[in-house]
Structures are given as structure tokens and as C-alpha cells.
């Protein structure tokens, strides 16, 4: 019998799960290990947060995945990898023994260099924990409690979501008083990443949404009502939402296995680590050598069935197939006016349609595997 373990629950993982529910291998047995009971799909968190989704939408049941694939389900989080004698070590569990194993355990809260953001922030990674204290939030917004608000990080992920608290927070026409405050605030340039072009939409959907942009100015505090700059200058802020870069899972150094600068797995274009055959990573926990990009899902996305395909053949001692990682790609941000921002390459323009598209793909993602 030959042991195949997946620990996390990330987006890549998803795929090898609904490729063994299709065709299971005779003589493997597949386990999954994950400290969530329910994965969320990022592309709809700032859904969730606007109102377009409920709360609970885009969460995807782990368990009912795995016993779809046959395979064992450990709800625990793993505290360490045993690479001499090939077993994971779980809090709460007896030691489980792997012959091959994925990891696609995402990023984790990088806010040291943050005073007071773990205590007085809502921190945005893990998505997971983030929803814990996002109800209270949105009742706090609900109810008129928190009159200015403000998200710390220039990226994609920061700027959907000072969008989607604006559409949240919107006072009815004709009411600009009832409107909270939104502010931005981007260590340097807002959205690097795309082209000049996406840049000027996004700095013009800001303005016409009344969103307030600080850019070049890093955060170095969090108090309960105040944000704090490097500048000097203090922000009101009844809540701070943290968006920023995160780190790597401890447990990945930890392992001994060959990590880049930032702790994340080196991969090789088969997604075995640098270092050790046996051992396979996706997703976000991954550094790809030569071929590193941004850590965004619809990487993980597409290395979901690459990494699927090369754990049933490793298991079947078979020649791997590589991955390619896209130079290019389709980015989309929603917008508090029901329309989208659409990137890839030097190519951008701002639509209904565009906000349609990516209702679409998200809703599309979460229904292929089961989630509401």
C-alpha cells in the first residue's frame, strides 16, 4: 500500500481530491490533513465582505471532498514533518506515515514589523480566522459604530477590499453624510503589479467611490481608534483591516527542506521540492525555481491538475510532467459600483461585464467542488 498525504487544504489540493474521486488508484490511500474543516475560496472574500455573497459563502466542506475521493480526513493542524522517518506529525493525533506527500498549506500573518496590528487589526491571512472576526465587523458597520475604517496594504487583495467596504458602507443617494469614511493606505505604489493603465482606473475608481489612497507610507502602528505612519501622521481608524505581504507556515523550515529567503518550498517544474522526491507543494507555499510569481490562486489553480497528475504517477513510478507557470494573466478587481477592473499583460479596461466575468469564475470554481 502506498501512502499519499495532503496536508492543507488549499486550492491545488482540491483538484488531486476530485482527480482521485474520478480515478482512484488501486493501492494508494489518500489522507488529507487540514486544520480547517472548511477551505474558502479567496476570490470571493471581498464578496463576502460588500454584501454581494453571504458570509458563509464560498467556503468549500473538506471532508465531504475527501470521502468523495476515498480518502481519510484528519480535521487538525499539522505541527511538523518527520522527513528520516517519513511521517507527519499532527497536534491531538498518532504520527501518520506518508510514501509521498503534498503540502499546500497557503501563507501565514507576516505583522512584526506592525505595533499593535495582531491585537487591533483584523488581519486578512488566513482567510479562515479573518471570518471569525469579520461578523463582528459587520455588525459593528451595521449598526454605526464604525464611522472610519481603513486598509492597510496597496496590492489586489487591499484594494478589493477598501472597495468592498465602501459598497458596504454606501449611504443611500442623496445621504453622503451617512457615509463612513474608507482609507487605503498603500506602502508604495498602488497596485505595482498591473499596467499603467489598470493603475489609472483603479486611482480614478478611488476617487469616484470617495475612498481615501495614502501611498509611499508604510504603516508602523495600529492603536484601537488610530493608525500610524512613517511619516508621522495619525489616521482615524474605528477598525484596520490588514491586507499586506504574509509570511511562510513555520512548519515548511522547520522541515529542513530547501527554502527560498522568505521560508517557502523551492519547487522544481515537476512541484517537487528542491530537495526531497518524495515530497510535492502547491499553492502560495511554494516557490517555483526560476519561474517565480506573485503569490495569487489562480496559481495554485493552475497547478492543482499538474500536481494531481504527478502524485499518480510518482505513486505509479512513472516519468513526471512539468508545469509551466503563465507570464500572463487575467486579473480582475470588483469595484463598489457593480463594475470590475480587468488586466493581463499591458491590457486593462473597467466594466459591468467585467464584474460579471468574475462572478462567474468564482461562483463557477466554488460550485465544481461542492461549496455554497
Do not use: W
Not at 507610507?217 to 495600529?222: E, G, L, N, S, Y
Amino acid at each position: 500500500m502506498i501512502d499519499i498525504v495532503l496536508v492543507g487544504g488549499g486550492h491545488a489540493h482540491l483538484f488531486v481530491l476530485e482527480a482521485f474521486a474520478r480515478a482512484p488508484l488501486e493501492g494508494v490511500r489518500l489522507t488529507l490533513i487540514a486544520k480547517e474543516a472548511f477551505a474558502p475560496y479567496s476570490g470571493m472574500l471581498p464578496g463576502r465582505v460588500s454584501g454581494q455573497y453571504p458570509l458563509d459563502a464560498g467556503e468549500i466542506d473538506l471532508r465531504r471532498l475527501a470521502a468523495k475521493a476515498g480518502a481519510r480526513f484528519l480535521h487538525a493542524p499539522a505541527s511538523a514533518i518527520d522527513r528520516t522517518h517519513r511521517r507527519i506529525l499532527i497536534d491531538g493525533h498518532s504520527p501518520v506515515s506518508y510514501d509521498l506527500l503534498s503540502l499546500d498549506v497557503g501563507i501565514v500573518p507576516d505583522v512584526a514589523s506592525i505595533a499593535g496590528a495582531a491585537t487591533n487589526a483584523l488581519v486578512v491571512k488566513p482567510i479562515s480566522t479573518f471570518r471569525e472576526r469579520l461578523e463582528g465587523l459587520l455588525a459593528d458597520i451595521g449598526e454605526g459604530r464604525c464611522r472610519n475604517l481603513a486598509v492597510v496594504g496597496g496590492g489586489p487583495a487591499g484594494f478589493e477590499l477598501a472597495h468592498a467596504l465602501r459598497r458596504r458602507t454606501k449611504a443611500p443617494a442623496g445621504e453622503d453624510s451617512g457615509q463612513a469614511s474608507v482609507s487605503l493606505i498603500a506602502g508604495g505604489e498602488l497596485l505595482s503589479g498591473l499596467p499603467e493603465r489598470g493603475r489609472q482606473l483603479a486611482r480614478r475608481s478611488l476617487e469616484r467611490s470617495k475612498i481615501a489612497l495614502v501611498e509611499s507610507a508604510r504603516v508602523v502602528r495600529i492603536d484601537p481608534d488610530t493608525v500610524i505612519l512613517d511619516d508621522g501622521r495619525s489616521l482615524p481608524a474605528d477598525a484596520a483591516l490588514v491586507a499586506t505581504a504574509a509570511a511562510a507556515p513555520p512548519i515548511l523550515e522547520r522541515s529542513g527542506l530547501a527554502c527560498d529567503r522568505r521560508g517557502f518550498v523551492r519547487l522544481r517544474e515537476t512541484l517537487q521540492a528542491e530537495d526531497d522526491d518524495r515530497i510535492f507543494a502547491a499553492g502560495d507555499c511554494g516557490s517555483l525555481i526560476g519561474q517565480e510569481r506573485p503569490k495569487a490562486g489562480v496559481f495554485a489553480v493552475r497547478q492543482g491538475p499538474v500536481l494531481a497528475e504527478n502524485l499518480r504517477r510518482a505513486a505509479l513510478g512513472r516519468p513526471l510532467v512539468r508545469y509551466q507557470a503563465q507570464q500572463a494573466y487575467l486579473m480582475l478587481l470588483a469595484l463598489s459600483n457593480g463594475e470590475a477592473i480587468a488586466a493581463r499583460g499591458r491590457l486593462a479596461l473597467q466594466s459591468h461585464l467585467a464584474f460579471r466575468l468574475k462572478d462567474r469564475i468564482d461562483r463557477g470554481f466554488v460550485a465544481r467542488f461542492g461549496g455554497g
